[in-house]
T-cell receptor
């Protein structure tokens, strides 16, 4: 069964204190890995898609990387506005059908 | 553009009642989908559509129906509400199918409580 595990579940950071979020997965036939940001009471907002091991994507203070078993979302010098829940999702194929599995999220609080 | 809109924002139903959650997008997106989000669980796909007139089941389709008569609208129908359907429901859309379908724009959500 496909599994997506995000760690840590919750993280408190001081403003400017860089850190990384982890998304580990066990799937067959990985087709893509997605990162979303979700603010309280709102829908997820798309951040990145990663397709193959070794790929990296950046956006402002966020950088996503992918290996064969996990992805990291690095937050460099975070600001309070980076406080959110970050969701990881993995797309795989199973007997020719696409399957998308979301992790439970990494809740990040950045303290001024 | 308004993006993806959902109505209502909040709803309380009694067990056995039926209702329709509305979703509309004004971006001419092909791909639309419905998810539910429950505490301690990841988002789970209910139904999706790759274009007008085409729908398919996701991971948790039981108790829900969908139709897609236009590109813009993708309503979700609860046939006979049950307490297990208490959740936050999100509609999402994407401008193309295939792997990029999952680079989605999400609506603000509908918080549904079934008593």
């Amino acid at each position: 069964e496909d599994q997506v595990t995000q760690s840590p579940e919750a993280l408190r950071l001081q403003e400017g204190e860089s850190s990384s979020l982890n998304c580990s997965y066990t799937v067959s036939g990985l087709r893509g890995l997605f990162w979303y940001r979700q603010d309280p009471g709102k829908g997820p907002e798309f951040l990145f898609t990663l397709y193959s091991a070794g790929e990296e994507k950046e956006k402002e203070r966020l950088k996503a990387t992918l290996t064969k078993k996990e992805s990291f979302l690095h937050i460099t010098a975070p600001k309070p506005e980076d406080s959110a829940t970050y969701l990881c999702a993995v797309l795989s194929t199973y007997y020719g059908n696409n399957r998308l599995a979301f992790g439970k999220g990494n809740q990040v609080v950045v303290i001024p | 553009n308004a993006g993806v809109t959902q109505t209502p924002k909040f709803q309380v139903l009694k067990t056995g009642q039926s209702m329709t959650l509305q979703c509309a997008q004004d971006m001419n997106h092909e791909y639309m989908s419905w998810y539910r989000q429950d505490p301690g669980m990841g988002l789970r796909l209910i139904h999706y559509s790759v274009g007008a007139g085409i729908t398919d089941q996701g991971e948790v389709p039981n108790g829900y129906n969908v139709s897609r008569s236009t590109t813009e609208d993708f309503p979700l129908r609860l046939l006979s509400a049950a307490p297990s359907q208490t959740s936050v429901y999100f509609c999402a859309s994407s401008y193309r199918v295939g792997v990029p379908s999952y680079e989605q724009y999400f609506g603000p959500g509908t918080r549904l409580t079934v008593t």
